[in-house]
């Protein structure tokens, strides 16, 4: 069973949005810390977001004022939206679970002990 079931992604032009939703299978996921990476090909997963279950947010430098959030602690979801994407920005996009329960969430890949599968996202010109 996977612990986080990711849906969203697809193609976007350059300039457009990508949502991307997260709901936790088997476990609490809205009760712990999330994360949000992406991995391009040829290069290591990376840190886009974190959300603690208070709702701090750690965002990456380059994803600063372009990112949206939100938990809905009923369904056990959390939501990202990531405006004015760009081409480079094209990638697999993996959500990110832990039971960490802290208001503070770590940044780091090796945090988080539940994944979903990824969504690819291509980001043309």
């Known amino acids: 069973q996977v612990p986080v079931v990711e849906s969203g992604g697809g193609s976007v032009k350059s300039g457009g949005s990508l949502s991307l939703s997260c709901r936790g299978s088997g476990y609490n996921y809205t009760s712990g810390c999330a994360g949000w990476f992406r991995q391009a090909p040829g290069n290591e997963r990376e840190l886009v977001a974190t959300i603690s279950r208070l709702g701090t947010a750690i965002y990456a430098e380059s994803v600063k004022g372009r990112l949206t959030i939100s938990q809905d602690y009923p369904t056990n979801t959390r939501y990202l939206q990531l405006d004015s994407l760009e081409p480079d920005e094209t990638a697999m996009y993996y959500c990110?679970?832990?039971?960490?329960?802290?208001?503070?969430?770590?940044?780091?890949?090796?945090?988080?002990?539940?994944w979903g599968l990824g969504t690819q996202v291509t980001v043309s010109s």
């Open positions: 990110a679970g832990d039971l960490d329960r802290r208001n503070v969430c770590s940044h780091t890949v090796s945090s988080f002990g539940y």
